[in-house]
């Protein structure tokens, strides 16, 4: 919370996983809907925004807005970035309920639409260690926030980076908490690549 970020992003998985629990919507009713091309802005001038990379626009949303006990993620407005896999009732569900979403080729591509459009100029990556690299591998990581506690993940486990690069970084700070969580801060060395 103590970054100053106007959003924050998560690959599909992380998205539905975290913040949505009920079956994907009928889209019946939908089929046949017309939808215009491009993207659609719902609102633009929120505080705060989510920011999921979902290709064909498949997350289940039931609204707009996140909907979390956390104050972090809470009344935080949904974008979705969709490519031109996403079909057509799919986007039409999601004009219905007033998600706005992009249309992406790359990473880069998405960033400069939501600095653009969104005003978003600083965003947390927040899981999907594919998403994760993606950005790493664009250039477009300044920094890494790591929080480590005194557990061992199971075989399941995803790093977090996926198929990445070793790229440098340079310690910024850390702190250590009474119950041996670690809170680590990490700038990465943009010259060094």
Same mark, same amino acid.
């Given at each position: 919370?103590?970054?100053?970020?106007?959003?924050?992003?998560?690959?599909?998985?992380?998205?539905?996983?975290?913040?949505?629990?009920?079956?994907?919507?009928?889209?019946?009713?939908?089929?046949?809907?017309?939808?215009?091309?491009?993207?659609?802005?719902?609102?633009?001038?929120?505080?705060?925004?989510?920011?999921?990379?979902?290709?064909?626009?498949?997350?289940?949303?039931?609204?707009?807005?996140?909907?979390?006990?956390?104050?972090?993620? #809470?009344?935080?407005?949904?974008?979705? $970035?969709?490519?031109? /896999?996403?079909? %057509?009732?799919?986007?039409?569900? @999601?004009? *219905?309920?007033?998600?706005?979403?992009?249309?992406?080729?790359?990473?880069?591509?998405?960033?400069?639409?939501?600095?653009?459009?969104?005003?978003?100029?600083?965003?947390?990556?927040?899981?999907?260690?594919?998403?994760?690299?993606?950005?790493?591998?664009?250039?477009?990581? #300044?920094?890494?926030?790591?929080?480590? $506690?005194?557990?061992? /993940?199971?075989? %399941?486990?995803?790093?977090?980076? @996926?198929? *990445?690069?070793?790229?440098?970084?340079?310690?910024?700070?850390?702190?250590?908490?009474?119950?041996?969580?670690?809170?680590?801060?990490?700038?990465?060395?943009?010259?060094?690549?």
């Amino acid at each position: 919370r103590s970054f100053d970020a106007q959003g924050f992003a998560c690959g599909r998985i992380t998205m539905e996983e975290s913040f949505t629990d009920e079956p994907y919507p009928d889209l019946a009713p939908f089929l046949d809907a017309p939808v215009p091309e491009g993207d659609f802005i719902a609102e633009n001038d929120c505080r705060r925004f989510a920011v999921a990379f979902d290709r064909k626009g498949r997350i289940g949303w039931k609204s707009d807005r996140i909907h979390d006990e956390d104050p972090g993620y #809470d009344g935080a407005h949904i974008i979705e $970035v969709v490519t031109e /896999a996403a079909q %057509k009732p799919c986007l039409a569900y @999601l004009r *219905s309920i007033g998600v706005s979403y992009i249309y992406a080729g790359t990473i880069l591509e998405a960033v400069q639409k939501l600095k653009e459009i969104f005003g978003i100029d600083m965003m947390l990556l927040e899981g999907g260690s594919e998403l994760n690299a993606a950005f790493l591998a664009e250039d477009l990581v #300044d920094e890494v926030s790591l929080v480590q $506690v005194p557990a061992l /993940a199971d075989a %399941k486990a995803r790093p977090l980076f @996926l198929q *990445s690069q070793l790229y440098a970084a340079d310690l910024r700070t850390y702190e250590v908490e009474s119950d041996g969580t670690l809170l680590v801060r990490y700038d990465i060395r943009h010259e060094d690549r």
